[in-house]
C-alpha cells in the first residue's frame, strides 16, 4: 500500500509553507526510527493541548506529524500483513485477476476465521480502521499541517477530496460502504473545525 499522498502532501506543505515561499524541506524522521516505530507498533495518541500557536501565527506540528506518519506505517504494514496471508491462499484467484484491486473489489476469496476477525475488529466502530478514528485522524494531520490555521480549512478539505477521488480511481469502482461513510464523517469534521472558527 503507498503513502505517497501522505507523504507528498507533509513535504509539499514544509516546502512552501503557509506564506507561499520556497522554505528547505526537514525529514521528520530518519528511515532507521520510522522502522523502529514500526517494528514497535507505534501507536497514535491523539494530543490534548491541541495545535501550536506562536506570536499570533499558526505553525505547523511536526511532531504530530511524525506520529501521524509513523502510526500509519505500521498500520498499514500490519493490515499489508493480513491481506498477504489473505493472498497466498488464494493464488489461482489472484493470477485470474486484472490488478490487486479487482481482486479484492470482486470479493471472490475465502479468509480464514482468525484474519476475518482482526478485520471486523479494524473496521468496528472503535476500530482503527473505522469511521470513527479514521475520520479523526483525517482532521488532526490537516490540524497539525497547518498548525490549526483556520484560514486552510478549505484547502485541506479540497486535499481530503482529491485523496479520496485519487483512491476511488485507484480502486476502480466506487468505494465500500465503509470508505463512504469515512468521507462523509470526516467532511462533517470539516465543517464543525469551520464553524468553531466563526464563532470565535
Same mark, same amino acid.
Not at 31 to 37: D, F, V
Not at 73 to 101: C, F, T, Y
Not at 124 to 143: C, H, M, P
Given at each position: 500500500?503507498?503513502?505517497?499522498?501522505?507523504?507528498?502532501?507533509?513535504?509539499?506543505?514544509?516546502?512552501?509553507?503557509?506564506?507561499?515561499?520556497?522554505?528547505?524541506?526537514?525529514?521528520?524522521?530518519?528511515?532507521?526510527?520510522?522502522?523502529?516505530?514500526?517494528?514497535?507498533?507505534?501507536?497514535?495518541?491523539?494530543?490534548?493541548?491541541?495545535?501550536?500557536?506562536? =506570536?499570533?501565527?499558526?505553525?505547523? !506540528?511536526?511532531?504530530?506529524? /511524525?506520529?501521524?506518519? #509513523?502510526?500509519? @506505517? &505500521?498500520?498499514? *504494514?500490519?493490515?499489508?500483513?493480513?491481506?498477504?496471508?489473505?493472498?497466498?491462499?488464494?493464488?489461482?484467484?489472484?493470477?485470474?485477476?486484472?490488478?490487486?484491486? =479487482?481482486?479484492?473489489?470482486?470479493? !471472490?476469496?475465502?479468509?480464514? /476465521?482468525?484474519?476475518? #476477525?482482526?478485520? @471486523? &475488529?479494524?473496521? *468496528?466502530?472503535?476500530?482503527?480502521?473505522?469511521?470513527?478514528?479514521?475520520?479523526?485522524?483525517?482532521?488532526?494531520?490537516?490540524?497539525?499541517?497547518?498548525?490549526?490555521?483556520?484560514?486552510?480549512?478549505?484547502?485541506?478539505?479540497?486535499?481530503?477530496?482529491?485523496?479520496?477521488?485519487?483512491?476511488?480511481?485507484?480502486?476502480?469502482?466506487?468505494?465500500?460502504?465503509?470508505?463512504?461513510?469515512?468521507?462523509?464523517?470526516?467532511?462533517?469534521?470539516?465543517?464543525?473545525?469551520?464553524?468553531?472558527?466563526?464563532?470565535?
Amino acid at each position: 500500500m503507498n503513502l505517497n499522498g501522505i507523504n507528498d502532501s507533509t513535504k509539499t506543505y514544509n516546502t512552501y509553507g503557509s506564506s507561499g515561499t520556497t522554505t528547505s524541506a526537514k525529514p521528520t524522521e530518519s528511515k532507521e526510527a520510522k522502522e523502529t516505530a514500526a517494528e514497535s507498533g507505534v501507536v497514535y495518541e491523539k494530543s490534548s493541548e491541541g495545535t501550536a500557536k506562536a =506570536s499570533g501565527k499558526y505553525v505547523q !506540528d511536526t511532531n504530530l506529524v /511524525a506520529k501521524l506518519q #509513523a502510526d500509519t @506505517e &505500521a498500520r498499514v *504494514a500490519n493490515l499489508r500483513s493480513i491481506v498477504e496471508k489473505l493472498i497466498s491462499g488464494q493464488g489461482n484467484a489472484l493470477g485470474q485477476a486484472d490488478d490487486i484491486w =479487482s481482486f479484492l473489489r470482486k470479493g !471472490d476469496f475465502t479468509v480464514d /476465521a482468525a484474519t476475518k #476477525a482482526q478485520a @471486523e &475488529a479494524d473496521i *468496528a466502530e472503535d476500530g482503527y480502521w473505522g469511521v470513527n478514528q479514521t475520520s479523526d485522524r483525517i482532521l488532526d494531520f490537516a490540524k497539525a499541517l497547518t498548525g490549526g490555521d483556520p484560514s486552510k480549512i478549505e484547502e485541506m478539505r479540497e486535499a481530503f477530496k482529491k485523496g479520496f477521488e485519487s483512491a476511488t480511481k485507484t480502486w476502480g469502482d466506487t468505494l465500500p460502504d465503509i470508505s463512504q461513510k469515512t468521507y462523509e464523517a470526516t467532511m462533517k469534521k470539516f465543517d464543525e473545525w469551520a464553524a468553531e472558527n466563526q464563532s470565535n
